[in-house]
C-alpha cells in the first residue's frame, strides 16, 4: 500500500539569497514536503520504522536550511538528497522552499523553488 506523508508549513528562519544584506539580516521561509513510500507491514501494525516519519523530514528541512546558500535550488536539493540518504522507505519526494518578502522591486507576498525527485532516478 502506498501512502503520503506530508509536513506543511514549516517556518524557518534562514540566510540565503544573493545579495550581502539577505546573509546578515536573513528572512522567513517556508518549507513544504509531499513525501511518497510503500507502507510496510510494520506500520500497519502501528510501527514508525514501516512509514516515513514526518518528524525526520522537519528535522532533515532544518538542518539543511541551516547550510547558507546564494540560490533555494540548492537548498531545496540537498533536502531531497539528505531525505533519500536518511529515510530508507523513502520512494518519491517534492520539496518547496519559499521564501517569504524577497528583497526585490516588486510588491510580491513570495518566491519559491519546487523540485521532485525518484529514488534511483
Known amino acids: 500500500m502506498k ?3 506530508k509536513v506543511e508549513n514549516l517556518k ?3 540566510f540565503h539569497g544573493c545579495m550581502k544584506e539577505e546573509e546578515v ?3 522567513d521561509y517556508v518549507i513544504n514536503m509531499r513525501a511518497l513510500c510503500n507502507v510496510g507491514a510494520g506500520a500497519l501494525e502501528d510501527n514508525i520504522e514501516g512509514t516515513v516519519d ?7 528541512a532544518k538542518k539543511e536550511m541551516s547550510k547558507r546558500s546564494k540560490l533555494l535550488e540548492v537548498v531545496v536539493k540537498r533536502i531531497i538528497d539528505s531525505c533519500f540518504d536518511e529515510i530508507s522507505v523513502l ?3 517534492s520539496v518547496t522552499v519559499s521564501k517569504l518578502n ?3 522591486n516588486a510588491d510580491v ?7 521532485e525527485a525518484v529514488r534511483g532516478s
Not at 54 to 60: E, G
Not at 109 to 115: A, G, I, N, Y
Request: charged letters at 15%.
Open 12 to 14: 524557518i528562519y534562514a
Open 54 to 60: 514526518y518528524v525526520d523530514l522537519a528535522r532533515i
Open 25 to 27: 539580516i536573513g528572512g
Open 3 to 5: 501512502a503520503t506523508v
Open 91 to 93: 520512494e518519491r519526494i
Open 109 to 115: 507576498e513570495s518566491v519559491s523553488v519546487t523540485m
Open 102 to 104: 524577497p528583497p526585490i
